[in-house]
């Protein structure tokens, strides 16, 4: 392996892991266009090192092999915990396809048009199911509110009425008494569909005799 078929190795990494990095930056990601480009040439620098080491008679793997590990930690940087709500799975996981990406180039040889190929369907990935998957979230989002209105089974089905008519399905209800006289409060859990307006439901709820207030939650 010559000076520069390693040099040249380190420019593909950067190219293919950039082609990554770039999606991952315009999304806003906490790991974008820098990150996956150090890791993917880390990556394919240390499978060089691990080669050059090891030499004509012994494994070249075991360098090698700890990148699998030591990206892991990076990875999990990159994941964030808010209440019930779990960020940063994808991006981490494109880091560690990266890696594995910059291993291949380092390898070299059919490997390099191996890494080639899996960067392009890790970005179409990233950017093609990304749409597919919005798409489908879209059509089962689940929104809650909880009305405050007058007690009575009139006004639920006024309100019933009213959510049914924009483009929403009810999945529960729950109901309780309120703290005044003929109040009571709802509390529902709805699906709401692709073409959901949500400030006309709003308005719609406002101009409701039954509904005295409303929260989205």
Same mark, same amino acid.
């Given at each position: 392996?010559?000076?520069?078929?390693?040099?040249?190795?380190?420019?593909?990494?950067?190219?293919?892991?950039?082609?990554i990095g770039m999606e991952r930056e315009t999304h806003g990601r906490p790991a974008g266009l820098r990150t996956h480009v150090l890791v993917c040439m880390g990556a394919t620098l240390f499978t060089i090192c691990?080669?050059? &080491?090891? =030499?004509?008679?012994?494994?070249?793997?075991? #360098? +090698?092999?700890?990148? @699998?590990? /030591?990206?892991?930690? !990076?990875?999990?940087?990159?994941?964030?915990?808010?209440?019930?709500?779990?960020?940063?799975?994808?991006?981490?996981?494109?880091?560690?396809?990266?890696?594995?990406?910059?291993?291949?180039?380092? &390898?070299? =040889?059919?490997?390099?048009?191996?890494?080639? #190929? +899996?960067?392009?369907? @890790?970005? /179409?990935?990233?950017? !093609?199911?990304?749409?597919?998957?919005?798409?489908?979230?879209?059509?089962?989002?689940?929104?809650?509110?909880?009305?405050?209105?007058?007690?009575?089974?009139?006004?639920?089905?006024?309100?019933?009425?009213?959510?049914?008519?924009?483009?929403?399905?009810?999945?529960?209800?729950?109901?309780?008494? /309120?703290?005044?006289?003929?109040?009571?409060?709802?509390?529902?859990?709805?699906?709401?569909?692709?073409?959901?307006?949500?400030?006309?439901?709003?308005?719609?709820?406002?101009?409701?005799?039954?509904?005295?207030?409303?929260?989205?939650?």
């Amino acid at each position: 392996m010559t000076l520069w078929d390693m040099v040249l190795r380190l420019i593909i990494s950067l190219v293919l892991a950039s082609l990554i990095g770039m999606e991952r930056e315009t999304h806003g990601r906490p790991a974008g266009l820098r990150t996956h480009v150090l890791v993917c040439m880390g990556a394919t620098l240390f499978t060089i090192c691990s080669y050059i &080491i090891a =030499g004509p008679h012994n494994d070249p793997g075991r #360098i +090698a092999a700890q990148i @699998v590990t /030591g990206v892991g930690f !990076l990875g999990a940087g990159t994941i964030i915990h808010q209440g019930s709500v779990v960020r940063g799975l994808t991006t981490a996981a494109s880091i560690w396809a990266v890696a594995a990406i910059g291993l291949a180039v380092g &390898i070299g =040889g059919q490997m390099m048009w191996v890494a080639t #190929i +899996a960067s392009a369907m @890790v970005f /179409g990935t990233l950017y !093609l199911m990304g749409r597919v998957d919005k798409y489908l979230v879209a059509a089962h989002d689940e929104r809650r509110i909880t009305i405050t209105a007058n007690r009575g089974p009139e006004g639920l089905c006024d309100i019933l009425r009213i959510i049914a008519s924009h483009h929403t399905k009810l999945r529960s209800v729950d109901s309780r008494e /309120g703290d005044e006289e003929d109040v009571q409060i709802l509390r529902l859990r709805l699906i709401a569909g692709r073409d959901f307006d949500e400030t006309a439901l709003a308005g719609d709820l406002a101009s409701s005799k039954s509904v005295i207030s409303y929260t989205w939650e």
